[in-house]
């Protein structure tokens, strides 16, 4: 039965197809046979557009984003798929910055029901068929298509992009990408093709090599964004004013990022790397356009949920930030936010490892502990009582509004209010 309404599409797409954010890896397909089929079935619509990839475990998003914004400034039509989404589906899905149509996800839904049905993709198969369709069909010059989960076997690595960037590795989804960090770098790694640039943000010492070895199997030249950019913050308001300096021209740039987190530095350097090869490879990029689009990500690209302010007096401020390293960028951030008192409007999901990160949040805050609306949430009272063997103490609420109310109620006009631990709790206040 063909579907009229958005609501009742989204109600089929998230019903029928198993969705990782959901259920967790249960809905995730090791391999890449599905979204193989379903691009087949589709015209192959991924080799009808260039492509950028971005992979890391944290960053990615930010980083699609950042280089989004100065390809659309450069004046490249420029198609933009990230994931998960906060409020909107449609996020996951722009255009030079616009959600595409609901109509457009109505109508690619009834053409390909009786796919989805003989195929039996993941969500998010699905949903990386129905990008791919998108950006082939507006005929963009260029797209930024970042991984969903790991990176060798991800429903996105089916593109043969002009560049492959990867940010950073760390802990997070060891149940499928590996225990130890040169495991889950050799599932990221995935993402480099033969004869492609490969641009990597962070430099770690036990992952360095697994990338060296990848590209040299690959043909590919690698690039260090930390050997090749410097970044000095020179002073944080509303805007980040940062000068970046490249280490061998000592060409340097004054640039103003409205994305604020202390880890957007990190981001910038990755963004720049990859913004000079493509820029050797045709792409007319000047300086300008690269200043005026990081001066205003969230306006050009409708990013969130990057260390935003969602209100003053009492400062309320929320980040995605989930994993161990995500949480002490944010910590860092909350301590370098001058407030009198701290709240933390907290909630996780099940397959997190909880236990290590509350044992590294501060003992001296007040803690309003929520679950956010999705199956996979971990019960605010379980979550209460590991919080309290970590010695965190706090108050229970079912929901995460439930728990803001009352951190608003508590909270003095200088103290500062932080809404964090999943996206998924995040997506319940933007």
Known sequence: MPFS??????????????????????????????????????????????????????????????LAAILQTAGYKTGLHTSPHLKDFRERIRINGELVTEQSVIDFVNQHADLFQKIEPSFFEATVAMAFDAFAKAEVDVAVIEVGLGGRLDSTNIIQPLISVITNIGFDHMNILGNTLPEIAFEKAGIIKNHTPVIIGEIHPETKSVFEKKAYECQSEIHFAQHEWQ??????????????????????????????GSYQLKNLATVLSAVEELKKIGFKITDEHIQTALKQVKVLTGLQGRWQTLQTGPLVICDTGHNEDGIREVLENIVATPHHELHLVWGMVSDKDTLKVLSMLPKTANYYFCQPNIPRAKAASALAQEANSAGLIGKTFNTVQEAFKAALKQAAPNDLIFIGGSTFVVSEVV
């Open 5 to 66: 309404s958005y609501s009742e599409t989204l109600d089929f797409l998230y019903a029928q197809l198993p969705m990782f954010t959901r259920i967790g890896s249960a809905a995730y397909k090791k391999d890449l046979h599905n979204i193989q089929a379903l691009c087949n079935a589709l015209g192959n619509p991924e080799r009808k557009f260039k492509s950028i990839h971005v992979g890391g475990t944290n960053g990615k998003g930010s980083t699609s984003h950042m």
């Open 231 to 260: 970044i000095n913050p020179i002073e944080k308001q509303e805007h980040f004013s940062v000068n970046a300096e490249h280490i061998k021209s000592h060409k340097s740039l004054k640039i103003e990022l409205d994305l604020t």
